[in-house]
């Protein structure tokens, strides 16, 4: 069964305390790994996709990176505007998938200045 | 107007009450997508359409039903509903299945 999981659950950072948000998962052929971030009262907004172990994508202060097991968004610098959940998601190849994300239960951020 | 539109925001409902939940893609995609967002929990995905035929339904309570009438709006009708169902329902759409989704901002429901 396709799973995933983010750790940690929250994290509190001081500005400029760089860090990293994981997202282990488990599927039957991955065919996308998707970031995105939720801020309170809103829908989710997509940051980025990643489809092989070894790609990496760049946004601002944030970087995603992935292996073939978990991946990682980096935060570098952080700003109080970066608090938000970020939420990992994927699309597997299992059988009768019709494309649907997978989504983990997200990471709560909170930057303080 | 551009993106995903959804109305109403707020929603406060009684246990036998009927309301509808609207939805509207200004993006040219193909598919949409229900969500239930428990505080917690992962989103999960209530109903999938793909040029406005249904091609997933999770196991979804009948208390809940899905319209398409095309692909830029669909719609997500209240009926007897428990107050277990109170969630913020988010509505997304893509330009297939399975590749990048789009989501609006969601409506949040209370049910007394």
């Known amino acids: 069964e396709d799973q995933v999981t983010q750790s940690p659950e929250a994290l509190r950072l001081q500005e400029g305390e760089s860090s990293s948000l994981n997202c282990s998962y488990t599927v039957s052929g991955l065919r996308g790994l998707f970031w995105y971030r939720q801020d309170p009262g809103k829908g989710p907004e997509f940051l980025f996709t990643l489809y092989s172990a070894g790609e990496e994508k760049e946004k601002e202060r944030l970087k995603a990176t992935i292996t073939k097991k978990e991946s990682f968004l980096h935060i570098t610098a952080p700003k109080p505007e970066d608090s938000a959940t970020y939420l990992c998601a994927v699309r597997s190849l299992s059988p009768g998938n019709t494309g649907k994300l997978i989504f983990g239960q997200g990471t709560t951020l909170q930057v303080k200045p | 107007e551009t993106g995903v539109t959804q109305t109403p925001r707020h929603l406060v409902m009684g246990m036998t009450n009927k309301k509808s939940l609207k939805c509207e893609q200004h993006?040219?995609?193909?598919?949409m997508y229900w969500y239930k967002q428990s505080a917690k929990k992962p989103l999960e995905l209530m109903f999938v359409y793909n040029f406005k035929e249904q091609t997933e339904n999770n196991s979804v309570p009948s208390r809940f039903s899905p319209e398409c009438p095309n692909s830029s709006h669909l719609f997500l009708h209240l009926h007897t509903l428990q107050p277990e169902d109170s969630a913020l329902y988010l509505c997304?759409?893509?330009?297939?299945?399975?590749?990048?989704?789009?989501f609006g901002a969601g409506t949040r429901l209370s049910v007394l």
């Open positions: 997304a759409s893509s330009q297939e299945t399975g590749n990048i989704q789009y």
């Open positions: 993006l040219g995609h193909n598919a």
